[in-house]
C-alpha cells in the first residue's frame, strides 16, 4: 500500500468540468513526483467511458504507481428519496471502478449540510446511503 499518494485539487476544474486537461496529462505530472500512488476522483471526464478505466490503470502502473484510493462526491444529504437512490446507484458504480482500477479504498464526500436538515437527519440519511452500498 503506497505511503504517499497524490491528488490534483489545483486541476479539479480542468479534468472535471471543462476538459481542458487530460487524465493521461496530470498522470505525466503526478509521477515525476516522489510518491508512491496517485489518489483519483471518480468525477474526472474520461471516467465516464469504462474502457478507460484498465487504460489510466495500466499507464499509471507502467510508472511504478498505483491507484490506492478514489474520491467520490455523492449527495447523500438531498431530502429526495428518488434522487439519493441515484446518488447510491451512482456511488456502487464508483466502487467497482476502484476495484477496476486497483484501488483498496473508496473515499465518500457523502453530502451537504442543509439547513431543512437537522444534523441528526443529515447523519442518519448518509450513513443510510453508505450502508446501502456495502453490499
Excluded at 17 to 45: C, P
Excluded at 56 to 69: C, L, Y
Excluded at 86 to 95: A, D, L, N, S, V
Amino acid at each position: 500500500m503506497p505511503k504517499l499518494a497524490v491528488f490534483p485539487k489545483a486541476f479539479m476544474q480542468a479534468l472535471c468540468k471543462d476538459g481542458s486537461m487530460r487524465v493521461s496529462e496530470w498522470i505525466e505530472l503526478a509521477v515525476k513526483l516522489d510518491i508512491e500512488g496517485l489518489e483519483w476522483y471518480a468525477g474526472f471526464l474520461e471516467m465516464a467511458d469504462e474502457s478507460n478505466w484498465q487504460k489510466f490503470r495500466k499507464k499509471v502502473e507502467d510508472h511504478g504507481k498505483s491507484i490506492p484510493m478514489m474520491c467520490c462526491s455523492p449527495d447523500f444529504t438531498n431530502p429526495d428519496s428518488a434522487f439519493r437512490q441515484k446518488e447510491i446507484e451512482k456511488q456502487k458504480r464508483w466502487i467497482d471502478m476502484t476495484f477496476a482500477l486497483g484501488g483498496s479504498y473508496c473515499r465518500v464526500l457523502s453530502g451537504q449540510k442543509r439547513p431543512e436538515l437537522s444534523i441528526y437527519e443529515g447523519i442518519k440519511l448518509a450513513a443510510d446511503c453508505i450502508t446501502a452500498c456495502l453490499p
